[in-house]
């Protein structure tokens, strides 16, 4: 499994990406077919139909946005993305709503409650799965850095967790996972933590690591190239006094990214094991050992994924700049005349855009 990681690191983001569009199928599939096993709902009309409707939908609203905030010279200068990129959101709602009427159709006397119990599972499903994976898109077409380091760190933890617990493990983490351990939990931290540290040191200094997907209208190809930004740019720091007498240095030079990925490798190692801990309590609850067989000795797709959904999330907050101008250059003329205004205002009342004035 991790030389299939690497090959497809190898062959890009849009291979990775690929990957991901398909485990996000796989793992919809997974969930939504305990569904059908739990409530026996075979029977019932349309549903397996309807499910797949909805994840069609849902992907092409969340799909649509992307390709409208990042390829939006591509998007404007074709005709008919234009037209889809202008009515997008009322084209999903309009998809959406289709769906929401064939289920009302499809209720059938003395099934309500089973179907509405489908319904609700095949949303909450949605949620999980369609949202995160669309949210991992995202952190991809910033740069692959944005996606290994994180699924990284959580595969590391996941496997240090099982080394230090294996060795040491002595005292029970949680009744949900009786064999994870206090020890394999914070053993698992400090490796993870360093691991991040030395995994962001390597990735930092390639430009096909750190550099955001765009499309080249002259060459018409997507392409992985840029001048790295000063997060990418090795920089020196102080060292506080404390540590400074333990190890000897006063100053340290590493690339600020790495100060993000000890935030990430936190965040796997302290709360990525909620998920796996989540998806445990799930299959407890309806009886059953895995999500699937797909992968021999593994269990399903959600079994390995369980705790990347998490993660997705975590490395995705915060507002996007390239998507507010995006946002901006689709407004009409007379109303980014006036946000422009706005903003002269604002900048101006702060003394910033005089000081810019007078600068130059």
Not at 105 to 123: A, E, I, N
């Amino acid at each position: 499994m991790i030389a299939f990681f690497f090959i497809i690191i190898y062959l890009g983001p849009m291979v990775l990406m690929m990957i991901v569009m398909c485990v996000q199928i796989k793992c919809f599939h997974e969930i939504i077919t305990i569904g059908y096993n739990v409530y026996h709902s075979y029977d019932l009309p349309w549903f397996r139909t309807l499910s797949w409707y909805f994840l069609l939908c849902v992907n092409y609203f969340f799909y649509g946005e992307t390709v409208t905030d990042y390829f939006f010279t591509l998007v404007q200068r074709e005709e008919p993305l234009r037209i889809l990129s202008k009515y997008h959101r009322f084209i999903s709602f309009t998809l959406y709503l289709t769906g929401f009427c064939m289920f009302v159709l499809s209720l059938v006397k003395k099934h309500y409650r089973l179907q509405f119990y489908m319904f609700g599972w095949t949303h909450v499903t949605l949620l999980i799965v369609v949202t995160q994976s669309h949210l991992v898109i995202h952190n991809l077409f910033e740069g692959m850095i944005w996606f290994i380091v994180p699924i990284s760190c959580v595969i590391c933890n996941d496997i240090m967790a099982y080394m230090f617990g294996f060795f040491f493990g002595r005292t029970p983490l949680i009744k949900l996972s009786p064999k994870k351990t206090w020890e394999g939990f914070i053993g698992g931290f400090f490796a993870t933590v360093v691991f991040g540290l030395l995994l962001s040191y390597v990735m930092s200094g390639y430009r096909c690591f750190v550099c955001p997907v765009e499309y080249n209208n002259d060459t018409n190809s997507f392409t992985v190239d840029c001048e790295p930004s000063d997060l990418f740019r090795l920089q020196e720091y102080n060292i506080p006094g404390v540590i400074q007498s333990i190890v000897g240095w006063k100053t340290v030079r590493m690339y600020p990214f790495q100060i993000h990925s000890i935030a990430l490798s936190t965040f796997a190692s302290l709360i990525g094991p909620f998920g796996g801990f989540f998806a445990s309590g799930f299959k407890r609850a309806f009886k059953i050992k895995d999500f699937a067989n797909t992968i021999p000795g593994h269990g399903g797709i959600m079994d390995r994924f369980d705790c990347q959904y998490l993660m997705a999330t975590f490395v995705n907050v915060g507002p996007n700049p390239s998507k507010l101008i995006q946002q901006f250059l689709t407004l009409r003329p007379d109303q980014q005349l006036h946000i422009f205004n706005t903003l002269k205002s604002h900048l101006t009342d702060k003394g910033i855009l005089t000081s810019a004035l007078e600068d130059e």
